[in-house]
């Protein structure tokens, strides 16, 4: 069974920053794209970025363009966010999750689209 553990969420100043890490088992790392996506309290889960297999091909929410970096480390199996610039509108539950794609071109945006979840990070940005 796939399972994906995050960590690294933690409280911070506007201005700040974080890196947050997905680890992925239970399957072919490689063959899965993988996504970020968050909840404040009384919000829809959002889009936040996605990565394919290789690394090469990323999807970014407008929102967190420029300032948010996804990242893949194979021998890890592991997914990053690096987030940048952090901004209090950036407070909330941040969950990865995987969905096995049949090549690299494949990034979803769509929380639909994936098959694994973790149990999510909180991530707060004070003012």
């Known amino acids: 069974q796939v399972q994906l553990v995050e960590s690294g969420g933690g409280l911070v100043p506007a201005g700040g920053s974080l890196r947050l890490s997905c680890a992925h088992s239970g399957r072919t790392f490689d063959m899965d794209s993988l996504g970020w996506f968050r909840q404040a309290p009384g919000k829809e889960r959002e889009f936040v970025a996605a990565?394919?297999?290789?690394?090469?091909?990323?999807d970014y929410s407008d929102s967190v363009k420029d300032r948010f970096t996804i990242s893949r480390d194979s021998a890890k199996r592991t997914v990053y966010l690096q987030m940048n610039s952090l901004k209090p509108e950036d407070t909330a539950v941040y969950s990865c999750?995987?969905?096995?794609?049949?090549?690299?071109?494949?990034?979803?945006?769509?929380?639909?689209?994936?098959?694994?979840w973790g149990q999510g990070t909180q991530v707060s940005v004070s003012s």
């Open positions: 999750a995987t969905v096995r794609t049949p090549n690299d071109t494949y990034t979803y945006t769509s929380p639909y689209a994936y098959d694994y």
């Open positions: 990565v394919s297999w290789s690394g090469k091909n990323f």
